[in-house]
Antibody, heavy 116, light 110 residues
Framework: EVQVVESGGGLVQPGGSLRLSCAASGFTLTDNYINWVRQAPGKGPEWVSVIYTTGTTYYADSLRDRFTISRDKSKNTVFLQMNRLRVEDTAVYYC??????????WGQGALVTVSS | QSALTQPPSAAGSPGQSVTISCTGASSDFGDKKYVSWYQQYPGKAPKLMIYEVNKRPSGVPDRFSGSKSDNTASLTVSGLQAEDEADYYCSSYTGNDFWVFGGGTKLTVL
């Protein structure tokens, strides 16, 4: 069964850091690319970042200076390192497998709350 | 890129058809064929319903269909059922290794 599972969410103070993990099963990171998509309370989803099968990475313009996507192929896991977090980064963060330029498999999400 | 524009709400009675629009700039639609639609229930993750404008993943009922004309994509739900009541989001790959989403449409089955 194709599945992705996020972990690492939590409460962090403004200016702090957090690292999210996305464990993939049923497929490998060398065959499919992985995206991070976030959704603030009551809002539509917002694309955050992608890591392609080659390891090439891209980010939303507003986040590239603070967020870093990476992967550990041996663990079939993708990470999202988030630094200098702001209150407006509060959201549920989903990892989603990319296929045909769409997101076909989503995790349950990891809630990130940035608050003092 | 700004978000794609969707109507905040749509409604229909059981058995009827409802169409949800998704409008953006030409730059939002890049290669023009990478529009997708997602269904989301409260507290749940989005689910892919349509990809590449009008293709349905395995398991998605054929009551769901997609189309696109110029800078407006549309999702049509035919033969509305109670379980179709959810939020629906469109998304487009812009062609520059960047995706945009719509603000969402809440579909109510009357």
């Amino acid at each position: 069964e194709v599945q992705v599972v996020e972990s690492g969410g939590g409460l962090v103070q403004p200016g702090g850091s957090l690292r999210l993990s996305c464990a993939a099963s049923g497929f490998t990171l060398t065959d499919n690319y992985i995206n991070w998509v976030r959704q603030a309370p009551g809002k539509g989803p917002e694309w955050v970042s992608v890591i392609y099968t080659t390891g090439t990475t891209y980010y939303a313009d507003s986040l590239r200076d603070r967020f870093t996507i990476s992967r550990d192929k041996s663990k079939n896991t993708v990470f999202l390192q988030m630094n200098r977090l702001r209150v407006e980064d509060t959201a549920v963060y989903y990892c989603a497998r990319g296929v045909n330029r769409a997101f076909d498999t989503w995790g349950q999400g990891a809630l990130v709350t940035v608050s003092s | 890129q700004s978000a794609l524009t969707q109507p905040p709400s749509a409604a229909g009675s059981p058995g009827q058809s409802v169409t949800i629009s998704c409008t953006g700039a030409s730059s939002d639609f890049g290669d023009k064929k990478y529009v997708s639609w997602y269904q989301q229930y409260p507290g749940k993750a989005p689910k892919l319903m349509i990809y590449e404008v009008n293709k349905r993943p395995s398991g998605v009922p054929d009551r769901f269909s997609g189309s696109k004309s110029d800078n407006t994509a549309s999702l049509t739900v035919s033969g509305l059922q109670a379980e179709d009541e959810a939020d629906y989001y469109c998304s487009s790959y812009t062609g520059n290794d960047f995706w945009v989403f719509g603000g969402g449409t809440k579909l109510t089955v009357l």
